[in-house]
């Protein structure tokens, strides 16, 4: 099993960025996978979700509006597309994957597989 984060960067303030993460080695259209990021300081938490064949998107109150997920199954990939960045925005972005069905963001303890971080850096 095998999940890679990538499209992290360096940007300012009100860009866009879109995040990317490849998987490999489960049937992935029956996961759902989700986002989470962890800044500086602070504890993982949950960005965004999106349930196996796209069946439900769920976001933090902290990205709603901003942020959109979605998949592509036939790829093994699901985006994170950020706009308006903020400098609170500002982590490591992780995906993880479940084979759960979701009604909201899960927490980092939900998820089984996880990738390598890529890092989004905002600044003001």
């Known amino acids: 099993v095998q999940l890679q984060a990538s499209g992290g960067g360096l940007v300012q303030a009100g860009a866009s960025l879109r995040l990317s993460c490849a998987a490999s080695?489960?049937?992935?259209?029956?996961?759902?996978i989700g986002w989470f990021r962890r800044a500086p300081g602070k504890e993982r938490e949950g960005v965004s979700c999106?349930?196996?064949?796209?069946?439900?998107?769920y976001y933090a109150d902290s990205v709603k509006g901003r942020f959109t997920i979605s998949r592509d199954d036939a790829k093994n990939t699901v985006y994170l597309q950020m706009n308006n960045l903020e400098p609170e925005d500002t982590a490591v972005y992780y995906c993880?994957?479940?084979?759960?069905?979701?009604?909201?963001?899960?927490?980092?303890?939900?998820?089984?597989?996880w990738g390598k971080g890529t890092k989004v850096t905002v600044s003001s």
């Open positions: 993880a994957a479940a084979r759960q069905y979701y009604y909201w963001v899960p927490t980092p303890q939900d998820m089984t597989y």
């Open positions: 080695g489960f049937n992935f259209y029956d996961y759902a």
């Open positions: 999106i349930n196996g064949h796209a069946d439900g998107t």
